[in-house]
């Protein structure tokens, strides 16, 4: 089957279609690491449209819903990807890869050297996926409870 699927900024409005997006795949992602105190599980719709203003938030999207989501914040010539999340019924048609691709582009526009992100290491799943799009670990890190790899993704 053949899926067609828009990459845009996200606006104001798609706020509560991302929070739900987010709620979804965060439980999932508890889990599967056993981590029941995430930050992204309490964030709220209004803390999601203070990013949409102050960060470069993406959504994909399939016939008018939202399928993923990701965020940049940036600062200097460094990036943070934080907030990255498929549609469990949306994964596996590339729209995560393509999410990435769009950061690319515009990290390389903006002339970010580095990007960072923080994910489960036991994660298996997510680490293979991150590998794949050009992530290494750089350290693992345990200030929030438990293994965290931060990866770290040279852009050219």
Same mark, same amino acid.
């Given at each position: 089957?053949?899926y067609?699927?828009?990459?845009?900024?996200?606006?104001?409005?798609?706020?509560?279609?991302?929070y739900?997006?987010?709620q979804?795949?965060? $439980?999932e992602?508890?889990?599967?690491?056993?981590?029941? @105190? *995430?930050d992204?599980?309490?964030?709220?719709?209004?803390?999601?449209?203070?990013?949409? $203003?102050? @960060?470069?938030?993406?959504v994909?999207?399939?016939?008018?819903?939202?399928?993923?989501?990701?965020r940049l914040?940036? &600062?200097g010539?460094?990036?943070?990807?934080?907030?990255?999340?498929?549609?469990?019924?949306?994964?596996?048609?590339?729209?995560? $890869?393509? *999410?990435?691709?769009?950061?690319? $582009?515009? *990290? @390389?526009? &903006?002339?970010v050297?580095k990007?960072? *992100?923080?994910?489960?290491?036991?994660?298996?799943?997510?680490?293979?996926?991150?590998y794949?799009?050009?992530?290494?670990v750089?350290?693992?890190?345990?200030?929030?409870?438990?293994?965290?790899?931060?990866?770290?993704?040279?852009?050219?």
């Amino acid at each position: 089957m053949l899926y067609s699927f828009i990459i845009r900024q996200a606006a104001e409005e798609d706020a509560e279609s991302i929070y739900s997006i987010l709620q979804d795949a965060f $439980k999932e992602y508890s889990l599967i690491t056993g981590v029941d @105190k *995430l930050d992204a599980l309490s964030e709220t719709a209004d803390e999601i449209r203070k990013d949409i $203003k102050n @960060k470069m938030v993406y959504v994909a999207v399939i016939d008018d819903k939202i399928v993923g989501t990701l965020r940049l914040e940036i &600062k200097g010539n460094e990036a943070y990807l934080s907030r990255f999340a498929v549609d469990p019924e949306s994964r596996n048609i590339g729209i995560g $890869k393509s *999410l990435m691709s769009v950061v690319d $582009k515009y *990290l @390389k526009e &903006k002339g970010v050297s580095k990007v960072t *992100l923080h994910t489960a290491s036991r994660h298996g799943e997510l680490m293979r996926f991150y590998y794949g799009q050009g992530f290494y670990v750089e350290a693992i890190e345990t200030d929030r409870g438990y293994l965290r790899a931060r990866l770290v993704k040279e852009i050219s």
